[in-house]
């Protein structure tokens, strides 16, 4: 890993492990309860993840506790990466998915993205990573995909494959801005995945906007779909 991306991947200062770790102890207990999930994956989903294909996930910030959780099953045989804002709720979420055994680069779509970016498209290539963007991410309004996974996609030559989870039992915090999913222990919990999307190397302008609503309207089908009785 060149020292350029050493150094803009999240450090754990002593003082933020002192404080973080009761948290961690907390998630610990979580993603075991979680092992208690009955886990269906609807589509190409775990094709990429059991093999070495590469591949970049996208969600809305909704999903983002179960669907780290299911991707820190596979981070023992697949390098996963991930960026993180720079905000002080995003040196905890760095914290606690880096110790999971996934790799964290800080920056946002208002500080440090393009940095960012540019440093997880070089690690997704380098390291033959799955690379994740949660699309709305970090701020409102929800549910409106930000153009980072499409410059990314373009960049890597990866595809996406955008993945939508949804628990039988789980509490939303509609306080939330982005209405939070906490999926209850023992629920039965669906993931969905649909074809991968690839993004041509020069597209530009209209054309690029156009890969970014279908990744927008997209997860947001199969939201609206999941969150309907039958589904």
Same mark, same amino acid.
């Given at each position: 890993?060149?020292?350029?991306?050493? $150094?803009?991947?999240?450090?754990?200062s002593f003082h933020? $492990?002192?404080?973080?770790?009761?948290v961690?102890?907390?998630v610990?207990?979580?993603v075991q309860?979680?092992?208690?999930?009955?886990?269906?994956?609807?589509? *190409?989903? *775990?094709?990429?993840?059991?093999?070495?294909?590469?591949?970049?996930?996208?969600?809305?910030?909704?999903?983002m506790?179960?669907?780290?959780f299911?991707?820190?099953?596979?981070?023992k045989?697949?390098?996963?990466?991930t960026i993180?804002?720079?905000? !002080?709720?995003?040196?905890?979420?760095?914290?606690?998915?880096?110790s999971?055994?996934?790799?964290?680069?800080?920056?946002?779509s208002?500080?440090?993205? !393009?940095?960012?970016?540019?440093?997880?498209?070089?690690?997704?290539?380098?390291e033959?990573?799955?690379?994740i963007i949660?699309?709305?991410g970090?701020?409102?309004?929800?549910?409106?995909?930000?153009?980072?996974?499409?410059?990314?996609?373009?960049?890597?030559?990866?595809?996406i494959? !955008?993945?939508?989870?949804?628990?039988?039992?789980?509490?939303?915090?509609t306080?939330?801005w982005? !209405?939070?999913?906490?999926?209850?222990?023992?629920?039965r919990?669906?993931?969905?995945?649909d074809?991968?999307?690839?993004? *041509?190397?020069?597209?530009r302008?209209?054309?690029?906007?156009?890969?970014?609503?279908?990744?927008?309207?997209?997860?947001?089908?199969m939201?609206?779909?999941?969150?309907?009785?039958?589904?």
């Amino acid at each position: 890993m060149s020292a350029p991306i050493r $150094r803009l991947l999240v450090t754990k200062s002593f003082h933020n $492990r002192f404080f973080f770790f009761p948290v961690f102890v907390i998630v610990w207990v979580l993603v075991q309860l979680y092992r208690t999930c009955r886990v269906t994956v609807n589509g *190409p989903l *775990p094709d990429f993840l059991t093999s070495d294909r590469p591949v970049l996930l996208a969600w809305w910030q909704q999903d983002m506790l179960f669907n780290f959780f299911y991707l820190s099953r596979f981070a023992k045989q697949r390098k996963i990466a991930t960026i993180i804002s720079q905000s !002080k709720d995003g040196d905890l979420a760095a914290y606690l998915i880096e110790s999971f055994g996934m790799t964290v680069i800080r920056g946002s779509s208002s500080k440090g993205g !393009k940095a960012a970016l540019d440093l997880l498209t070089a690690y997704v290539r380098k390291e033959h990573a799955v690379g994740i963007i949660v699309c709305d991410g970090p701020r409102p309004p929800g549910r409106v995909a930000k153009p980072g996974v499409v410059i990314l996609a373009r960049s890597t030559g990866y595809p996406i494959v !955008k993945t939508r989870s949804w628990g039988a039992r789980q509490h939303i915090f509609t306080s939330s801005w982005c !209405k939070l999913l906490l999926v209850y222990p023992f629920s039965r919990v669906t993931i969905w995945s649909d074809a991968p999307l690839s993004v *041509p190397a020069g597209a530009r302008g209209d054309e690029l906007e156009g890969y970014r609503l279908e990744v927008e309207h997209g997860l947001n089908r199969m939201a609206d779909w999941s969150e309907q009785p039958a589904g």
